[in-house]
Structure formats: C-alpha cells, structure tokens
C-alpha cells in the first residue's frame, strides 16, 4: 500500500487516500445546502414567477424581458460595469504604488501602513454618510477645501454626470488599504537576492520595479483583481448609502435597482434581477480566475 | 405598494415622542413586547390594546383620544402598543394580521394600502355599526371595499399644495394664484425681485419623495379635466403620457426647473432643511403636503403664522380646487375577542367629543371627517386657508385613494425631471411603464 502510494502522482494520491470518512463532510454540507445552494434554487425558481403575499404565478421570462427593457434597468448594468472596472483599476494601481512606497525605507513606515489600512475598518454605511456630508455641494469641506484655491467645486454627489465616479473614488478610498495589504505580503515575500543581484548588475530602481516586483507580483494582482471586481459588481451599500442611486436613476447599479425591486414589493422581479447578478458575475469572473490563475501555473 | 409615501415618510421620519402623559412608561413597555411577540393579541385581560405607528402625530392624536376616553370610562384600561412606520410597518402589520396576533384595535392607512390588507379576510365590517352614521363619505370612500366599511378616521384631513411665505406675499404685493400661468407670474415676480428662490425642491437624502407633489397634488385639475380619469387609469385606459391634463404635472416641474425658479442647492437639500428654507424667508413656494405644518410646529412654533397654503393651481380660475390625502384611520381585526370594548372605543373616536379631545391633545392641522366636529378659531392661517376648500366643496382625493395603481418609482423619475436629466414628456411614458409591474403585480384586470 505504502509503495504504490509513493509511487502513484501526488494527485491521485488525495483522491484515493483522505484520512477522514466521507460523511465527515456532512454537517458543513447540510449548513450549506440549506443556507446557500437551496435559497439560490429556489431563488431561479421565483424569477420566473410573479410573486405576491397570496402566492405565485409561473409567467416565464416576463421578468427578465422586463429587466432588460426598462431603460433605468438597463442603465443599472451599465453603471455597474463602470463601477466595478473603475474601483478595481484604481485599486490595483493605488494599491500597487502605495504598497511599493509603503516597504521602501521611509520614516514612519509602520504608522504610514496603518493609515492605508485604516478606512478598510471603518463601518461602509458610517464612511457613506460622512462623505455624503463632506460632498456636499455647498457647505462641505471638499468644496470648502476647493474654494480656497479659487476653484469652484461641482456637486459631486448631485451632478448626474459625477455622482457614480464620486461614489466609486469613495470606494477607492476605502478599499485601497485592503488592496495594498495584500500588494505588500507580495512585495515582502519577493526574495531579496534578486534585488541584490539587480543592484550588482547595475539596474536602476525603476527597471527593479518593471523587470523585479511586477513580474513576481502576478499573483497577488490576481488576487485584488478577483476580490475588488468581485466586490465592485456586487456593490450596493456604500451606493445606498450615499445616493440611493440617485439623483433620478443616474448612480443606479443592478444591486440598487434589485434592491427597489424588492421594496416595491416586486419579488419575483427582483429575483429576476438577482438571477442576472449572479450569472453576470459568474460569467465575468470564472473565465477571469481561470485566466489569471493559468498564467501563474505557466511561470 | 407605497401609494402613500408623503404621507408615510412624514410619519415615519417624525421627531422622537415626547408625551406628557403617565403613558410613556407603558407604551415604551409595551413596544418592547410587541417587538418581541410576546403581547397578547386578544382582550383578554379586561385591557383594551391598541397598535399605533411611531410617529409624533399618531402619537399625540391617540394618547389625546385615550386620556379623555379613560377619563370617562374609569374602569377601562387601554395600552397602546408602537411599531415602526414605512414598509417596516407594513409587514409587522401584515404580519400578525395574518398569525391573528393583532392586538384589540389598531390604526394604519387608509387608501390603497388598506386594500392590501386583504379587509374581508381579516378585519370586521362596521358598515352596520350606528357610530359610522356620521363619519363623512369622502373618507368612507377611502376605507371601503364592496359595501363594507372598515376604518374610523383619527386626525385631520391633509392637503398637497404650496406652502408659502405669506411675508413675501405681501412685500411684493402678489395674489394667490388660480392658474397656472398665474403662478408663474407670481415666481417670474420673485426672481426679479431677488433674493428668494421662487420654488423649493428638495431632492436630497432621504428626501427625493418631496419631488413628487407637483404631479401628485395635481390630481383635482386632472379629475376636472377628465372625470373619468381614476377609473380608466386603473383599467388601463387612459395613461399619464397620453393624457394632456395628467402629463401637465410633469410638465409643471419641468417647465419650474427650465425657468431658473427652484433653489440652487435644489439637488442636496432636505426635506426638513427645505421647510427651514421657508421658514426663513429663502424660499417663497413649496409644493408640499400640509403635514409639513406638524413638523414646523415641532421645531420652529412661530413660523406658522408666516406660512400660508394654496391649491396646485391648474387652467381654470373658477375651479381652483384642492387635492387631498385621508389620514389613517382605526380597524378592528377579526381576532379580537371582546368586540365590545372596542366597538365602544370607535364610537368614542367617531363622535364629536372624539375630535374635541384631539384638538384638546395634538395640533389641528385640518378639518375633522366627523360630521359636527369643528376646528378652533384660531388656527395658523395656512390651516385656515386648508380649511376654506373644504368648506367650498373644491376638493377631490390623491390618485393613490382612487386607484391602487401606483408605481414605485415615481420619485426618481420626478427628480430627474427637476434636475434637468429628463424631459416631462418621457418622464410620463416612463412612469406609465412604471405602473404597469404594479398593475400586473396586484393582479388587476386589462394590464
């Protein structure tokens, strides 16, 4: 038995031997049936229905033809597309930056790194209100701040054209300490000799970062990639909290626009809407992963 | 499912209850159990429970009724139990309507959101009852269905309309306005005299509701135009984009907006920030709901006397009307055991010494729908203007107690019709759209 294990490849290996009877797996799985792939179920279920208090009724894909043609609907699609590509570029290239300047030798390093870290947190509602009150057109202290430079600040949260880009620098500004954490163990873990052996060769502190830290920093990209695109598509509550998708429909993503759904009492609707997240983000971000992931096997 | 929500926002969004009255250690305890689902639903121990919003005026309006019931009647016993407003209070009603664990009475909308309520499963029928005889039929209309009769009104009947600063009336020697274009003259007049804003709105947090008055408060000028307007909307005949007198409420805002009239922080402004405005001389018109006087009243008591009330004008000076909202109003649910009591209780709040003990209580707001009940003389002069439509006979109801037909989105769309970001005639297709889910979610003939 010992002689064929060692002789069989390490995959086949897991698969044959685990040291834990199946039904191990039991109370997790039950936790999770119930909790997650039930809901999810009957949640494909509902959106094909139209769902009130005394009950449902099966009308196909009317809600999804629905979805797709209310052009306030629509425009929740694109905004969240915007938004989620918008918070995770800025992320990474924030967080990329920050992080190398945040393990260089500066003063302060360790007070600098909890800085960064810190709006990470704060509650998402209590940074929504405070930036709400900060923006304010008229008597916040962005413009406030603006106005002493002469510079006459816009509504940043009630200009139609700003709203959704001044709540996703706010969610810039909050997720950047996450994304930076993790650009950091990145940069830590690159060893030093290379950076020795560069230095000895003779290369300048830029070709270190272009030719060193990006290339070995390929996997902790993926990793903030997945987990702020992931995050930026889903969004809802700092949206909520700052303008309710307003003013009209113009800052609106899907997660806003279910959200409505749902308060109006259009369950099935928004089950609808739900359904499209889901397969939205799925779509994105399985081919994503696998791609990102695929490079790193290949280095 | 939010036909109400002016009205509800208001009540929802209320200062924190400060009643003078022994009951606050009770209604505070009794919350806490109702919360919890532990209170009993039933009379069963000779105390009679009634389940009340959390808002100030309910507040006021019910502690009044039942310190002057008890008073009377030494030997009942009545706690009132609180819940949270909005469409949280929608489902705890909902709720326990359905478990049979409402307790003896309880007060709640009336209007389309009673008519969610599914009342010939759940509540008692009172049409026989000999209380209901002088019970108005304007509010009788409001919380019916078929020939039954459900509610007994508590508090005053409410108007959408201009508030407006009756200072800067004066001062620049303006008339109220009996049409439209008239109104417009009037905030021609103010933006040349500089230094107000013509025209309030208050898109900002928690606020973008208050945009919705001009197409909602417009619905006498829409019902003289079209009588027939309620009925075929809801049978999906007749259409807010295809309807000249409908489409003018969207128009109306747009053609403010276009104008230069509205306040320039219009977009960030609150609703209650918006009221300061008016207080403060500002702003001269607000298109608002005169539940707004309870919440001047509350924090600023002597900017009533500067505040008047007119009716969203419309084409005709003659028949310059005003549209109304009902307040809410008392149910008895099948579950309760010991009808009696309560029915004595509903007689109470049906009477003349009902709305005696309300004025005694709260704030007069407006005119009572019991017949025989009077409003004091002296009433802040917005009331009084309130009042004078009534007794003119130049009301109609809001669109929301005529038809269950109401989308939820309107509020967006009429922001962005106030920001410039939509024109009125899209807005109004857009809206028609709009009502459609609603229409085919409650399941309504012909959508």
Same mark, same amino acid.
């Given at each position: 038995?010992?002689?064929?294990?060692?002789?069989?490849?390490?995959?086949?290996?897991?698969?044959?031997? /685990?040291?834990?009877? $199946?039904?191990?797996? #039991?109370?997790?799985?039950? &936790? @999770? +049936? *119930? =909790?997650?792939?039930?809901?999810?179920?009957?949640?494909?279920?509902?959106?094909?229905?139209?769902?009130?208090?005394?009950?449902?009724?099966?009308?196909?894909?009317?809600?999804?033809?629905?979805?797709? /043609?209310?052009?306030? $609907?629509?425009?929740? #699609?694109?905004?969240?597309? &915007? @938004? +989620? *590509? =918008?918070?995770?570029?800025?992320?990474?290239?924030?967080?990329?930056?920050?992080?190398?300047?945040?393990?260089?030798?500066?003063?302060?390093?360790?007070?600098?790194?909890?800085?960064?870290?810190?709006?990470?947190?704060?509650?998402?509602?209590?940074?929504?209100?405070?930036?709400? &009150?900060?923006?304010?057109?008229?008597?916040?202290?962005?413009?406030?701040?603006?106005?002493?430079?002469?510079?006459?600040?816009?509504?940043?949260?009630?200009?139609?054209?700003?709203?959704?880009?001044?709540?996703?620098?706010?969610?810039?500004?909050?997720?950047?300490?996450?994304?930076?954490?993790?650009?950091?163990?990145?940069?830590?873990?690159?060893?030093?000799?290379?950076?020795?052996?560069?230095?000895?060769?003779?290369?300048?502190?830029?070709?270190?970062?272009?030719?060193?830290?990006?290339?070995?920093?390929?996997?902790?990209?993926?990793?903030?990639?997945?987990?702020?695109?992931?995050?930026?598509?889903?969004?809802?509550?700092?949206?909520?909290?700052?303008?309710?998708?307003?003013?009209?429909?113009?800052?609106?993503?899907?997660?806003?626009?279910?959200?409505?759904?749902?308060?109006?009492?259009?369950?099935?609707?928004?089950?609808?809407?739900?359904?499209?997240?889901?397969?939205?983000?799925?779509?994105?971000?399985?081919?994503?992963?696998?791609?990102?992931?695929?490079?790193?096997?290949?280095? | 499912?939010?036909?109400?929500?002016?009205?509800?926002?208001?009540?929802?969004?209320?200062?924190?209850?400060?009643?003078?009255?022994?009951?606050?250690?009770?209604?505070?305890?009794?919350?806490?159990?109702?919360?919890?689902?532990?209170?009993?639903?039933?009379?069963?121990?000779?105390?009679?429970?009634?389940?009340?919003?959390?808002?100030?005026?309910?507040?006021?309006?019910?502690?009044?009724?039942?310190?002057?019931?008890?008073?009377?009647?030494?030997?009942?016993?009545?706690?009132?139990?609180?819940?949270?407003?909005?469409?949280?209070?929608?489902?705890?009603?909902?709720?326990?309507?359905?478990?049979?664990?409402?307790?003896?009475?309880?007060?709640?909308?009336?209007?389309?959101?009673?008519?969610?309520?599914?009342?010939?499963?759940?509540?008692?029928?009172?049409?026989?009852?000999?209380?209901?005889?002088?019970?108005?039929?304007?509010?009788?209309?409001?919380?019916?269905?078929?020939?039954?009769?459900?509610?007994?009104?508590?508090?005053?009947?409410?108007?959408?309309?201009?508030?407006?600063?009756?200072?800067?009336?004066?001062?620049?020697?303006?008339?109220?306005?009996?049409?439209?274009?008239?109104?417009?003259?009037?905030?021609?007049?103010?933006?040349?005299?500089?230094?107000?804003?013509?025209?309030?709105?208050?898109?900002?947090?928690?606020?973008?509701?208050?945009?919705?008055?001009?197409?909602?408060?417009?619905?006498?000028?829409?019902?003289?135009?079209?009588?027939?307007?309620?009925?075929?909307?809801?049978?999906?005949?007749?259409?807010?984009?295809?309807?000249?007198?409908?489409?003018?409420?969207?128009?109306?805002?747009?053609?403010?907006?276009?104008?230069?009239?509205?306040?320039?922080?219009?977009?960030?402004?609150?609703?209650?920030?918006?009221?300061?405005?008016?207080?403060?001389?500002?702003?001269?018109?607000?298109?608002?709901?005169?539940?707004?006087?309870?919440?001047?009243?509350?924090?600023?008591?002597?900017?009533?006397?500067?505040?008047?009330?007119?009716?969203?004008?419309?084409?005709?000076?003659?028949?310059?009307?005003?549209?109304?909202?009902?307040?809410?109003?008392?149910?008895?649910?099948?579950?309760?055991?010991?009808?009696?009591?309560?029915?004595?209780?509903?007689?109470?709040?049906?009477?003349?010494?009902?709305?005696?003990?309300?004025?005694?209580?709260?704030?007069?707001?407006?005119?009572?729908?019991?017949?025989?009940?009077?409003?004091?003389?002296?009433?802040?002069?917005?009331?009084?203007?309130?009042?004078?439509?009534?007794?003119?006979?130049?009301?109609?109801?809001?669109?929301?107690?005529?038809?269950?037909?109401?989308?939820?989105?309107?509020?967006?769309?009429?922001?962005?019709?106030?920001?410039?970001?939509?024109?009125?005639?899209?807005?109004?297709?857009?809206?028609?759209?709009?009502?459609?889910?609603?229409?085919?979610?409650?399941?309504?003939?012909?959508?």
């Amino acid at each position: 038995m010992a002689t064929t294990a060692t002789a069989a490849p390490p995959r086949r290996r897991r698969g044959h031997r /685990s040291h834990y009877p $199946l039904w191990f797996y #039991l109370p997790a799985g039950v &936790v @999770y +049936g *119930v =909790l997650f792939i039930a809901p999810t179920i009957a949640s494909f279920y509902f959106a094909f229905t139209r769902w009130n208090l005394s009950g449902t009724e099966f009308i196909g894909f009317e809600n999804f033809a629905l979805f797709f /043609s209310e052009p306030y $609907l629509f425009q929740g #699609l694109v905004n969240t597309f &915007v @938004y +989620g *590509v =918008l918070t995770s570029g800025l992320k990474v290239v924030l967080g990329l930056l920050l992080a190398v300047f945040l393990t260089s030798q500066i003063i302060a390093r360790g007070y600098l790194r909890s800085v960064v870290f810190f709006p990470t947190l704060v509650s998402t509602v209590g940074v929504g209100i405070t930036f709400t &009150v900060l923006m304010d057109p008229g008597d916040g202290l962005v413009n406030q701040a603006l106005a002493l430079f002469g510079v006459d600040g816009p509504g940043w949260l009630t200009d139609p054209s700003l709203a959704l880009i001044s709540v996703a620098l706010v969610d810039v500004w909050k997720g950047v300490g996450l994304a930076t954490l993790i650009y950091i163990a990145g940069v830590v873990a690159i060893p030093q000799e290379y950076f020795e052996a560069a230095r000895v060769d003779g290369a300048t502190s830029a070709q270190r970062l272009r030719h060193i830290t990006l290339p070995l920093m390929r996997p902790a990209t993926a990793t903030v990639i997945v987990l702020s695109l992931i995050g930026g598509l889903r969004s809802f509550d700092l949206i909520w909290a700052m303008t309710q998708g307003g003013p009209g429909f113009t800052s609106d993503v899907v997660a806003s626009v279910i959200f409505k759904q749902y308060q109006a009492g259009f369950w099935g609707l928004s089950s609808a809407g739900n359904v499209v997240l889901f397969l939205i983000v799925a779509a994105f971000m399985v081919p994503l992963y696998w791609k990102l992931n695929r490079k790193e096997v290949d280095r | 499912m939010f036909p109400t929500r002016p009205l509800r926002r208001t009540a929802a969004g209320a200062t924190p209850h400060m009643y003078s009255s022994a009951g606050v250690a009770v209604v505070a305890l009794s919350a806490g159990l109702a919360l919890t689902g532990c209170s009993t639903g039933g009379g069963d121990d000779g105390t009679l429970n009634i389940l009340i919003d959390n808002s100030e005026a309910t507040g006021q309006l019910m502690q009044a009724l039942v310190d002057a019931y008890t008073e009377a009647n030494p030997d009942v016993e009545i706690e009132l139990e609180l819940r949270p407003g909005g469409s949280e209070g929608d489902n705890i009603v909902k709720t326990r309507l359905q478990t049979g664990d409402m307790p003896d009475l309880f007060f709640y909308n009336s209007g389309s959101l009673l008519q969610a309520l599914a009342p010939d499963q759940t509540l008692v029928d009172l049409a026989g009852e000999s209380y209901m005889d002088v019970v108005t039929d304007t509010f009788k209309d409001g919380v019916s269905a078929g020939d039954a009769l459900y509610g007994v009104p508590v508090g005053h009947a409410v108007g959408g309309g201009v508030l407006y600063d009756l200072a800067a009336y004066e001062e620049l020697g303006l008339e109220v306005p009996t049409t439209w274009d008239e109104f417009m003259a009037n905030n021609q007049a103010i933006l040349d005299a500089g230094g107000r804003a013509p025209v309030i709105q208050t898109y900002g947090t928690e606020s973008a509701w208050t945009s919705q008055l001009f197409v909602l408060a417009d619905n006498y000028n829409v019902l003289a135009a079209e009588p027939d307007w309620a009925e075929a909307y809801t049978a999906n005949e007749k259409h807010f984009a295809d309807t000249p007198a409908a489409a003018a409420g969207f128009e109306h805002l747009q053609e403010v907006a276009e104008a230069g009239y509205l306040n320039e922080d219009f977009a960030s402004l609150t609703y209650n920030e918006g009221l300061a405005a008016l207080a403060a001389g500002e702003g001269v018109h607000y298109p608002m709901l005169t539940t707004a006087l309870t919440e001047i009243e509350a924090t600023d008591p002597d900017a009533l006397d500067g505040i008047g009330f007119f009716a969203l004008p419309g084409t005709d000076a003659a028949n310059a009307g005003l549209t109304t909202w009902l307040p809410g109003a008392l149910y008895l649910p099948q579950s309760t055991e010991d009808q009696g009591a309560a029915k004595d209780f509903l007689a109470f709040v049906a009477s003349t010494e009902g709305c005696d003990a309300q004025t005694a209580g709260a704030s007069v707001i407006g005119p009572y729908f019991i017949e025989g009940c009077t409003v004091p003389e002296d009433v802040p002069p917005a009331v009084a203007q309130l009042q004078s439509y009534f007794d003119s006979g130049l009301t109609a109801p809001a669109l929301e107690f005529l038809s269950p037909v109401k989308g939820p989105a309107l509020e967006q769309i009429t922001v962005e019709v106030g920001s410039g970001i939509r024109t009125a005639a899209d807005a109004a297709s857009l809206y028609d759209e709009d009502v459609k889910k609603q229409a085919q979610q409650l399941g309504l003939e012909g959508w």
